[in-house]
């Protein structure tokens, strides 16, 4: 019981654990604004499909994505950022995604930081 | 706010960065002038960027400012770590503040684990009573083979010693110390706090061991809705569902509830008994909070509704007085809980002096059990009110502050079992003042003292000290002495002894239980070639100078007394923790208890015993992996639990003396435990085990063919009655 366990924990870890060779990386600007937003966005494509790696960064708002080419493109990887919200790059934000925000994500925020 | 810690009497640390390579990169600032606006009370960040600076009573206002860098301002609240990001003159203002996130609260001058929701996460199920199995401090057992209650153990002590609070409201005590642990659902908690020896007297005068306070998910939380359902492969069936709604800027509303049953008759020893009683449970919460600049304050309502049934596996409880299917009756276990509890929270907070808080807490419950073993009734009534007032400041600067306040604490107690009714007000009125003495958090000292007035036991007076020692930057030495002192209530605590034939016996009259607790801790952060890691060594000592003493060396008797000489708990416990690379953590840990109790009242004899049901040695290992955002998430635990001593049951036993007898000893034994967790954006999806190795413990009810007879005892029971648990279970939030 205990080595099939392991095995299996050992399986995963080879499996995922290792980034594979033949990444793509894409950076995309957003219309993000603070700490939530980051958290928000850098979580949901964490979570989709083929997306390695997510990180914005909030002082320019561009996001940088690694992807498996394989799994996913950048039209998809955008419609995640605009489902969740927000802009990606000439792509406008779903109106209803971005009215369910809280007030402080919402474009018409003033320029904060999470206080 | 109010919470056993310092965190507003605290200094505020820090680090102080820049930004490089184009903003992309932080780098510590060493240099860095960081003071109170209008102050000269300040410091300067050191090579690493870090700083650590007292509180000041003239300002609230944290000033940061090196040259080319636009100084940066922060308005303290009650956070005591901070990140400053300075930026070049041209560059935007912006800071930020990152939460410390730990499983040691490196703040707290008492020795403090938190069990996070994300370790929480990691055993699935299902109550407070299945929180700790990652956690090498507290370990669980259960207190017999019938009845399903569960008691936690903490440095070689039963649960009863340990202060359990709920919010700060003591929870766990009294009558809801049978089954309390069972009463707060896993998908209710946001975080556990675990103090180890000593507590603060701010929280009362019954914490002996340690003291646990359990954190809500709350009404203004980011989870509007959280969702959870579990089942195993016993039939045991869970909902949880919790919500919590925004009214307006200030007003918030929570509500949790829980569902939970086992209709399955379970049977897999063979010996005619439920290994797990059929049961159904209620529960739920509504509580309603209010959020200013000047006020916090909340207030709600909890409900409660469990009924339990145990014992042959063919019992009815609607049947329970006559006579089974071969003529004579079937042994049944059963008991039906109701609790209802009121409580209101309120703090009065000053925005521009935050060390400052005066907070009020008020609670009132009712607790009702009627429960049976075979024919023998035995019901309760607990009405509890609470009341505690505090108020905290500092004297000068955040160097030196206090607590001080009053507490009103009133238990009415009615209990009947068999046909004994026994009948108990306390009315214990008591205040407290707790000084605490901080510099920059290299050096703090609490000390505490309050005074009780118990109308039953007089007055108490309970002194409390801790400190706490940077040695240097990796290593925190912590020190704690203080005394503790409860009522106990024999009957709720040894419940599980109960369902036996064993005559209870009360030998003389029970006085309150009264210990010293001392204790001593290490933590050491480390790196092992690149490995970052911890290392904890803690070692406690409780010495009683009264405790009740359960006595079941006799076969066929439960003899309650009071000690006589000596009793004592060593724990000492080391505790390693490595993550070679990034979310992977390994665990290890060992502990070692050395108890003992004196006994043999019953025969005019004064024996130092070890304390039966306490396995000297345990072992325990946990591996967690997680992928990038807990895409996977894996989990596994193995605890060894070493050998304990347990009543000798040998039928042809004529116990004369308590000298040389003969002692039997429970072996040793492995448990598993495995979880692997699958989370996308709004649902989680986990699978698990429990004691995966499907140990059981050969024959936990002795004398279960004859359950009327003279030898029958459920009560001994050291390891899982039930075999492997295999278990599902989906998790759904909608996040705001």
């Given amino acids: ?115 | 706010m109010f919470a056993a810690g310092t965190a507003a009497g605290q200094g505020v640390t820090g680090t102080v960065y820049e930004l490089a390579d184009a903003a992309t990169k932080k780098v510590p600032l060493p240099g860095a002038n960081v003071f109170w606006a209008g102050t000269s009370l300040g410091t300067t960040t050191d090579a690493e960027g870090k700083f650590a600076v007292p509180r000041s009573a003239q300002s609230n206002k944290l000033v940061v400012s090196f040259v080319g860098y636009r100084n940066d301002t922060l308005r303290m609240s009650a956070v005591s770590e901070v990140e400053f990001v300075l930026r070049t003159a041209q560059s935007l203002d912006e800071v930020v503040i990152q939460a410390n996130s730990t499983t040691i609260d490196r703040l707290s001058p008492i020795q403090t684990e938190v069990i996070t929701s994300r370790s929480l996460a990691k055993a699935a199920c299902c109550n407070l009573s299945e929180s700790f199995e990652t956690n090498a401090s507290v370990s669980v057992s259960y207190s017999d083979a019938v009845t399903g209650a569960k008691q936690l153990q903490m440095l070689g002590l039963n649960g009863t010693y340990i202060k359990t609070n709920v919010e700060d409201i003591p929870s766990i005590r009294g009558l809801a110390t049978t089954f309390g642990l069972n009463f707060v659902p896993g998908t209710w908690i946001q975080s556990i706090d675990v103090g180890k020896g000593a507590g603060s007297v701010v929280n009362g005068y019954e914490s002996m061991t340690g003291q646990i306070n359990v954190e809500l998910q709350k009404p203004d939380s980011r989870e509007k809705l959280y969702a959870n359902a579990y089942v195993n492969n016993f039939g045991r069936a869970e909902i949880n569902l919790n919500l919590a709604h925004k009214l307006n800027d200030k007003w918030s509303a929570g509500l949790l509830t829980h569902a939970s049953t086992l209709r399955n008759r379970v049977d897999n020893n063979g010996d005619g008994f439920l290994d797990l009683p059929l049961y159904t449970q209620f529960n739920g919460v509504q509580r309603w909070k209010y959020q200013s600049e000047k006020l916090m304050t909340q207030f709600g309502v909890k409900v409660l509704h469990e009924d339990r049934t145990g014992g042959q596996v063919n019992f009815d409880p609607e049947q329970r007085t006559k006579p089974g299917p071969n003529g004579s009756p079937l042994y049944g276990f059963g008991a039906k809980i109701n609790r209802l509890e009121l409580f209101t929270k309120t703090a009065k907070l000053f925005p521009d002096q935050p060390y400052k808080g005066l907070g009020l807490v008020l609670n009132a419950s009712v607790h009702d059990q009627q429960s049976y073993f075979g024919f023998t009734p035995y019901d309760g009534r607990q009405q509890t009110l609470y009341g505690n007032l505090i108020y905290q400041s500092i004297i000068g600067n955040t160097n030196h502050s206090y607590k001080t306040g009053v507490s009103y604490m009133l238990d009415d107690y009615n209990e009947r079992y068999r046909d004994t009714t026994m009948l108990r007000t306390e009315s214990v009125p008591g205040a407290f003042f707790e000084y605490t003495y901080n510099n920059l958090d290299k050096f703090i000292l609490v000390a505490g003292s309050r005074v009780d007035f118990h109308n039953l036991y007089g007055s108490q007076f309970t002194p409390r000290l801790h400190l706490k020692y940077q040695l240097d930057d990796n290593t925190a030495l912590r020190l704690s002495a203080g005394r503790g002192f409860r009522v106990a209530n024999p009957l709720a605590e040894y419940f599980g002894n109960l369902v036996s034939s064993r005559t209870v016996v009360f030998r003389e009259k029970i006085q309150p239980e009264v210990s010293w607790n001392y204790g001593a801790s290490l933590t050491r952060d480390f790196d092992l070639a690149g490995w970052p890691g911890t290392l904890v060594l803690d070692y406690y000592r409780t010495n009683f100078q009264n405790q009740l003493i359960a006595d079941v060396e006799h076969p066929g008797f439960l003899y309650f007394y009071n000690l006589q000489d000596r009793a004592f708990a060593n724990s000492f416990q080391a505790e390693v923790n490595l993550t070679p690379v990034e979310r992977l953590e390994f665990k290890l840990a060992y502990r070692l208890f050395d108890v003992k109790q004196t006994m043999g009242e019953p025969f005019g004899e004064s024996v130092l015993l070890p304390r039966m049901m306490v396995n000297r040695d345990r072992v325990l290992f946990n591996v967690g992996y997680a992928l990038p955002y807990d895409k996977w998430k894996f989990d596994f635990t193995t605890q060894w639990n070493g050998k304990r001593r347990i009543p000798n049951l040998d039928p042809g036993y004529d116990h004369t003396s308590y000298l040389d007898m003969p002692t039997d000893i429970a072996p040793a034994f492995f448990n598993l435990n495995a979880q692997v967790t699958r989370t996308f954006v709004q649902w989680d999806v986990y699978v698990g085990g429990e004691n995966l190795g499907n140990y059981r413990q050969a024959n936990p009810i002795i004398g279960a063919s004859d359950p009327f007879g003279q030898r029958f005892d459920a009560g001994v029971v050291w390891a899982p009655v039930v075999g492997r648990t295999i278990y599902a279970g989906v998790r759904y939030k909608i996040k705001r």
């Avoid at chain 1, 792509?91 to 904060?112: E, N, R, S």
Wanted: net charge positive.
């Fill in chain 1, 1 to 115: 019981m205990k080595t099939t366990l392991f095995s299996i924990l050992f399986a995963f870890t080879l499996s995922f654990g290792f980034a594979q060779t033949g990444d793509k990386e894409v950076k995309i600007k957003t219309s993000a604004i603070c700490e939530m937003c980051k958290e928000r966005l850098e979580r949901n494509l964490g979570l989709s499909k083929g997306v390695k790696y997510a990180n914005l960064d909030l002082t320019d708002k561009v996001m940088t994505i690694k992807y498996n080419p394989k799994k996913t493109n950048v039209a998809s990887i955008k419609e995640t950022i605009v489902n969740t919200g927000y802009d990606a790059d000439e792509a406008v934000a779903d109106q209803k995604a971005h009215d369910k925000l809280p007030d402080c994500c919402q474009k018409t925020a003033a320029p904060h930081s999470d206080m």
